[in-house]
């Protein structure tokens, strides 16, 4: 089994991720949530895009949770375990933003130090 390398054990998420859990709390008792921590759209979205997809009824489209939304999780993980890779949503990061993602990837595969 490869080892995770120093740099993916050192990596930490954002810190607004931790309010997480509270603002689905607040959400849950009927308070009204103001997501401060991402830019949500504030333009509408081309006309073409959302002619396409025939079943949408909003003028935008806004992000999802960011901790990842739970459906697109458990059917990546249905789909690693029909191919015999056992791993469950808590073991899975999933992102919406490219940028995201690839700060992750190379704060994992990079070696601190790492002269280019």
Known sequence: MPEISQRASDLLFSPIRKLIPFADKAKQKGIKVY???IGQPDIESPKIFLEKLKSYKEKTIAY?????NENFKKSL???????????????MISTYGGSE????????????GLNF
Do not use: R
């Open 101 to 112: 993602a690839l700060i992750m990837a190379f704060f994992i595969l990079l070696k601190n």
């Open 64 to 68: 999802d949770h960011s901790g990842g």
């Open 35 to 37: 997501h401060l921590n």
């Open 77 to 91: 993980c249905h789909y690693y375990q029909s191919t015999g890779i056992k791993i469950g949503p808590q073991e």
